[in-house]
């Protein structure tokens, strides 16, 4: 059973850089065909999916966010990386990783937030960006 714990400074003031870990446990991250994503749940609003990791380390990320956000892992340590920059105070969420495994390396990629796009989800960092 793959686990996923996230981890990250909770707190992180406008216009510095974030930095968050996603554990994986049960699993390797490059095990064929599974896609790593890390998503996010601003207060009052809806799953916005930030981009993906995939097995073969090919990276994807949502255009609204690709300019200041990458997605990186150590397959050693089972660890996947979320780092964003120029945080704004709208950056304040709850972030989540999440993988989901496709049935080849064909298969188009899933580019939404929605809970039941994914087979695990970690529980879940809080991150507010304040002064």
């Known amino acids: 059973q793959v686990q996923l714990q996230e981890s990250g400074p909770g707190l992180v003031k406008p216009s510095q850089t974030l930095s968050l870990t996603c554990t994986v446990s049960?699993?390797?991250?490059?095990?064929?065909?599974?896609?790593w994503s890390w998503i996010r749940q601003p207060p009052g609003k809806g799953l916005e999916w930030m981009g993906v990791i995939r097995y073969d380390g090919s990276t994807f990320y949502s255009p609204s966010l690709k300019s200041r956000t990458s997605i990186s892992r150590d397959n050693a340590k089972s660890m996947l990386y979320l780092q964003m920059n120029r945080l704004k105070p709208e950056d304040t969420a709850v972030y989540y990783c999440?993988?989901?495994?496709?049935?080849?390396?064909?298969?188009?990629?899933?580019?939404?937030?929605?809970?039941?796009?994914?087979?695990?989800w970690g529980q879940g960092t809080q991150v507010t960006v304040s002064e």
């Open positions: 049960g699993g390797s991250i490059t095990t064929n065909y599974y896609a």
């Open positions: 999440a993988a989901r495994r496709e049935n080849s390396a064909y298969c188009p990629l899933v580019t939404s937030g929605a809970k039941d796009e994914y087979t695990y």
